[in-house]
Nanobody, 115 residues
Framework: QVQLVESGGGLVQPGGSLRLSCAAS????????MGWYRQAPGKERELVAT???????NYADSVKGRFTISRSGAKNTVYLQMDSLEHEDTAVYYC?????????WGQGTQVTVSS
């Protein structure tokens, strides 16, 4: 069974930064894609950013230029660096890993952007 454990969420003022981490219980090279999704109250879960094992990345239009996804194979961890945070970024952020036809999810970490 694969476990994904997120950390790094919290309360931050508009314009501030946070870095989320997602530690996997197995070598992340076994996953074709890893990424971050988020779900705001009353809204559906949406893609934020993904990173493939081949090195490609993809971002939601709303976060392009502000968020950066990266991987550390040595630490089996995926990161999401979030800069210039806005009120609209407030949500629970979930780590996702795909292996063949299976999706794995973390428990989520709350990010609140508020002054």
């Amino acid at each position: 069974q694969v476990q994904l454990v997120e950390s790094g969420g919290g309360l931050v003022q508009p314009g501030g930064s946070l870095r989320l981490s997602c530690a996997a219980s197995r070598n992340i090279v076994s996953f074709s894609t890893m990424g971050w999704y988020r779900q705001a109250p009353g809204k559906e879960r949406e893609l934020v950013a993904t990173s493939t094992s081949g090195g490609s990345t993809n971002y939601a239009d709303s976060v392009k230029g502000r968020f950066t996804i990266s991987r550390s194979g040595a630490k089996n961890t995926v990161y999401l660096q979030m800069d210039s945070l806005e009120h609209e970024d407030t949500a629970v952020y979930y780590c996702n890993a795909k292996r063949e036809t299976t999706n794995y999810w973390g428990q989520g970490t709350q990010v609140t952007v508020s002054s």
